[in-house]
């Protein structure tokens, strides 16, 4: 008889789809046919009995306003030693903003519940801020160095390799603040992720009947708008105090959990997703970007020299179409 044909390793059909667990790395699991899965479903259900999924949302407000974007700005930096010049304190006006703030997020529709803590960046700006805000809704204030990993200072150097405040300094900007995570993640994301799973967990004294009318555990983060920005995956303008909702998407990004934005809004509480244009978001984020400002920069220098007008548009479009490419 002939000889059987050699045995050739076929490939799975079976769909693999995302194993979502926080703060872990995402697994893979086969999805079942829909008849097995429906049988075991209903096998389940006369068995034991459904848990129920608590959902988690991250309230991020940005500090209020910095006096190096006063007319205050020149005396303060004068009298300020030149490692300390990329941490400005919070005006009388910021700290005014932080208490509208704090007057929006109690008024809520959603009616939020923070448990009894809220996280906030170790810069003085954002501890200030949280200072406000734990005043006036009746919290303590953690310290998250990851935090203020999004600002773009510390995205050049690290926020550890900064010269942050002292310990005991912070805790005069802010009375409210009772620990500063050294443990916590460095990065942003990780930060932000740390935080949902300390309140989730109650990992800062909540329970879990402290959650949102809506069922939710929502979590209070200050931060800085390249935070919101960098979250929301958006460019655009936000003002001081400006305040961020994200609810979890039910996905992941890596192994960082997944944010999908909500609200924007201003401290007293005026959207500012729906009614923003394109148009300006991208005109900001050129405004904002390094190349622009070497672009300015070159604009100076050739008018100052008197340069051709042609060699102007030349260097004008080389700068544009680097950054653009």
């Not at 500090?63 to 190096?68: F, I, K, P, S």
Request: hydrophobic share 40%.
């Amino acid at each position: 008889s002939a000889p059987l044909p050699p045995l050739v390793p076929q490939p799975c059909r079976r769909a693999l789809r995302p194993l979502v667990v926080r703060g872990g790395v995402p697994a893979c699991t086969p999805i079942r046919s829909k008849s097995l899965t429906s049988t075991m479903a209903a096998a389940a259900s006369t068995t034991a009995p459904a848990s129920k999924h608590t959902s988690t949302s991250l309230w991020m407000v940005r500090h209020g306003e910095r006096v190096d974007e006063t007319s205050e700005s020149m005396a303060w930096m004068e009298q300020t030693p030149r490692s300390r010049l990329f941490d400005p304190p919070l005006t009388r006006a910021g700290e005014g903003q932080a208490a509208t703030a704090a007057e929006t997020l109690r008024a809520h529709p959603s009616k939020p519940n923070f448990g009894a803590t809220i996280y906030a960046s170790p810069l003085q700006r954002c501890l200030r801020t949280a200072s406000v805000l734990a005043e006036q809704l009746g919290k303590s204030v953690r310290v998250v160095p990851g935090l203020g990993q999004c600002a773009a200072v510390a995205k050049r150097r690290g926020v550890r390799a900064l010269d942050l405040l002292p310990e005991s300094e912070m805790m005069e900007i802010c009375p409210q603040m009772i620990a500063l995570e050294k443990e916590a993640p460095d990065t942003f994301e990780e930060a932000c992720d740390w935080v949902a799973s300390e309140r989730t967990a109650g990992g800062c004294g909540t329970a879990a009947d402290e959650q949102s009318a809506s069922g939710r555990m929502d979590v209070l983060v200050v931060t800085h708008r390249e935070g919101v920005r960098d979250i929301a995956g958006i460019h655009q303008r936000l003002p001081y105090c400006t305040i961020a909702r994200f609810d979890e998407s039910g996905g992941n990004m890596g192994n960082f959990c997944s944010w999908a934005l909500v609200e924007l809004a201003g401290p007293d509480g005026a959207d500012c997703l729906s009614n923003r244009s394109p148009l300006l978001s991208k005109i900001d984020r050129v405004r904002e970007h390094p190349p622009f400002v070497l672009l300015l920069l070159l604009l100076r220098i050739c008018l100052a020299h008197r340069v051709s007008a042609a060699l102007v548009v030349a260097g004008v479009v080389g700068c544009t179409a680097w950054w653009w490419s």
